[in-house]
């Protein structure tokens, strides 16, 4: 057996007790859960309300804890979710230049400079097969802004640091709507997008700031005076505290589209399918090595922050640099090429 393989079943067999556990659960709820088996749409919708709620308690509660754990425990897996949803399931590493832009996007992370994967999603519409205007546009877009990361790679790092959850967004609902055209879908999705830029403007216009920050600090992650240097400089209270905790809230919205709704998104039946057979998917999607590489990754990660929270944390930032410059590149593709890019 290889390491894949392994891998597989070892994950396999510690996932089958839960399985258990939900079917006899599903056999006792039955009356009760009709609708949640049956609709993809029920999910989605409470999926999102708990990703938005949930989110907002805990940046009013622990937004230091969200900012130290959130992406040693959550942010390998979603940058996996990337790969698989936005690349591997359409098949665009199979398009003639990918992997080129891949190198790009891989340099980005290897350098820690977020130009190059900037470059790299400004030339994937230059080499689609969109009508010009549509190419031409999609580029100047993608280009005007690698140009911004050359001219002010700072202003233009720390912009993005923000945007790029609102990216994370914008990612979804354009693959949403290129696997689902139904109007109950589109208000679902619809009402957890606005509840999600809500939320935001609720802390950012000082809903939160009896509360903002004074919760628990993380023994070894990075302090408040870390986050307000990284996340909002120059900022004085009460402005530097809001765009930290919304950046908190955000990203964590982030983690929990991409890591529970965007997977109920691209399954091929509505009706929801156990553990085991959702990491057997997940290895057919991903293929062996990259399969392999996620989890041991995810592995390290976690042992990593045990010995050291702050410096693992740097590094799985420094890893995920590639991932928004890549989202950016999709969305490109979509603008000169049309949403059906995106199904497999």
Request: aromatic share 6%; hydrophobic share 55%; proline share 6%.
């Amino acid at each position: 057996m290889n390491v894949a393989g392994a891998l597989l079943d070892g994950l396999q067999r510690g996932v089958a007790p839960l399985d258990r556990l939900r079917r006899a659960l599903y056999r006792v709820l039955a009356p009760w859960l009709g609708p949640w088996i049956r609709s993809r749409e029920v999910r989605i919708g409470l999926h999102g309300a708990l990703a938005v709620g949930g989110s907002l308690l805990l940046a009013a509660i622990a937004p230091l804890w969200m900012l130290a754990l959130g992406p040693l425990l959550l942010g390998v897996p979603h940058l996996v979710a990337d790969l698989r949803y936005l690349v591997a399931k359409p098949g665009l590493h199979r398009r003639s230049g990918a992997w080129v832009v891949a190198g790009l996007l891989v340099a980005s992370s290897v350098t820690a400079d977020l130009r190059w994967g900037l470059v790299g999603a400004a030339l994937v519409p230059l080499a689609s097969s969109g009508s010009l205007a549509r190419r031409a546009l999609a580029a100047a877009g993608l280009g005007a802004l690698a140009f911004a990361a050359f001219a002010a790679p700072r202003s233009t790092a720390l912009g993005l640091a923000h945007a790029h959850n609102v990216v994370a967004v914008v990612a979804w609902m354009t693959l949403a709507v290129a696997l689902h055209e139904g109007a109950g879908s589109r208000a679902v999705r619809w009402g957890t997008t606005l509840a999600f830029f809500v939320g935001g403007a609720l802390i950012l216009g000082g809903a939160l700031d009896p509360v903002l920050l004074h919760g628990p600090s993380l023994p070894g992650g990075p302090s408040i005076r870390d986050h307000l240097a990284a996340l909002a400089p120059g900022m004085t209270p009460p402005w530097g505290h809001r765009w930290v905790v919304a950046f908190a809230y955000a990203q964590s919205v982030h983690y929990g589209l991409w890591l529970r709704i965007v997977p109920e998104e691209a399954r091929e039946r509505p009706a929801p399918r156990s553990w085991e057979a959702s990491l057997r998917a997940l290895r057919t999607d991903l293929g062996a090595p990259v399969f392999a590489a996620a989890v041991l990754l995810c592995v390290g990660l976690a042992v990593w922050g045990l010995a050291d929270l702050a410096a693992a944390r740097e590094g799985y930032l420094r890893l995920a640099l590639f991932h928004g410059p890549l989202e950016l590149a999709v969305l490109g593709l979509v603008a000169a090429e049309g949403r059906a890019v995106l199904r497999p």
